[in-house]
């Protein structure tokens, strides 16, 4: 048994982890959803306070720390993995329908629909949208790395186009 709450859209907040071009069904098909990981800020961690005790919920799941002591908020979503749809369809800033997904250090903001769950009087909150606010750019043409001193290979290889490099349909050793 479920009780619904009102859905609410976050302010922009920092991806870490982003499953939302593909389910993770890492424990089955059966189990298969899209997820976001994303850093609580303080105005988040308000929210879920006041939404917590207005809603007499006990815990809310999804929601734990780090090793740093970083609050991380965890949704997920079923919906489109039923329908058979690889990716969960994001929205631009303009709130237009792009084919980008979120990624780790990408800025967004979320659509969460809290219910609280009368088995154990907690509350899940369940991804419903997700609008990228600001991608994440990576520098290619350093791999993400700054430039520092150390090593310096006097004959430099050719960038590799990793999206080109690996097979994908050799077998990964992981």
Not at 12 to 41: C, Q, Y
Not at 63 to 88: C, H, N, P, Q, Y
């Amino acid at each position: 048994m479920t009780n619904k709450i009102r859905p609410f859209t976050t302010d922009t907040l920092t991806v870490r982890w982003g499953h939302l071009h593909m389910p993770d069904d890492k424990f089955g098909e059966d189990t298969a959803n899209h997820s976001v990981t994303v850093i609580v800020d303080a105005d988040l961690q308000t929210v879920l306070d006041d939404m917590m005790a207005e809603a007499g919920a006990s815990k809310i799941n999804g929601l734990r720390e780090d090793d740093e002591g970083i609050t991380l908020l965890k949704a997920k979503s079923k919906t489109f993995v039923k329908r058979g749809d690889k990716t969960f369809p994001c929205r631009d800033a303009k709130a237009q329908p792009t084919t980008a997904t979120a990624f780790g250090g990408d800025k967004v903001r979320l659509r969460l629909s809290p219910v609280k769950l009368t088995r154990d009087d907690s509350l899940s909150l369940f991804l419903n949208g997700c609008q990228i606010i600001e991608k994440n750019q990576v520098d290619s043409g350093t791999g993400g790395f700054e430039p520092t001193e150390g090593f310096e290979d006097p004959t430099p290889a050719e960038p590799a186009d990793m999206a080109t490099s690996v097979d994908a349909t050799e077998d990964m050793p992981f």
